[in-house]
């Protein structure tokens, strides 16, 4: 694996002021690959630019999120509050049929990206599941052989570590977390969300990840979520959805 540097994403939720934000904080680093654990859109007000940025790294790897599949027609969203509904709905109307069929392509999770290295949306055994807590760590660590998975879904910054004597769970918090991880451990780590954080940190979340000496940097930047907010209540979309991105919840 030598040196590489993998660019960690989850959640960006069609909020292209935070993902460009990113892309800027990166902008002179190269990288293997750019692992990405779905819901590219959903909630936010640019879908298609969303789309059509992350379509255009060659080297991405990425599986499908729940509002990936509402917002391109493969599910109804019944599960979804009357807020994530009607973003779904007006995402569905807006997106390409390029971009619809990429989001309809992506992968099922979880997904082996590297030997021992996956990624998931939710949960290892469902995509939809949402991972909360010790017990769903442990029930996650259960279903697969891995000694790492990237997950999203939450939209927490979080770090689960299987030892022989039990499930941890390691808090995440700050501008820039480092983290080198144990060989002979096993973990779940969420990133945290690009587009809508919801730990009352507004910064955009993400992660890199280096294989070779097990290292791990998570960090947090400012992104203008003013615009992104102002474009969500342009659109005519809910004004929660906007409101939230202000106070990262």
Known sequence: MGRARYLILSDVHSNMEALQAVFRAVERRRYAGVLCMGDLVGYGASPNAVVARLRRIKNLLAVRGNHDKVCCGMDNGGNFNSSALEAARWTHGKLTAGNRSFLSALPRGPLEVLPGVWIAHGSFPDEDAYLFSDFDAYQSFRAGDFWLCFYGHTHFP????????????????????????????????????????RDRNPKAAFAEFYPESRRLVVRRIPYDFEGAAHRIRRAGLPANLANRLQVGS
Not at 168 to 176: H, Q, R, S
Not at 187 to 193: A, D, F, H, K, M
Request: net charge negative; proline share 10%; charged share 20%.
């Open 158 to 197: 979080a770090l689960y570590q299987e030892t022989p004597g039990g499930v941890d769970y390691v808090p995440l918090a700050g501008d820039t977390v480092e983290v080198v991880l144990d060989a002979k451990a096993r973990y779940l780590i969420n990133p945290g969300s690009v587009g809508q954080p």
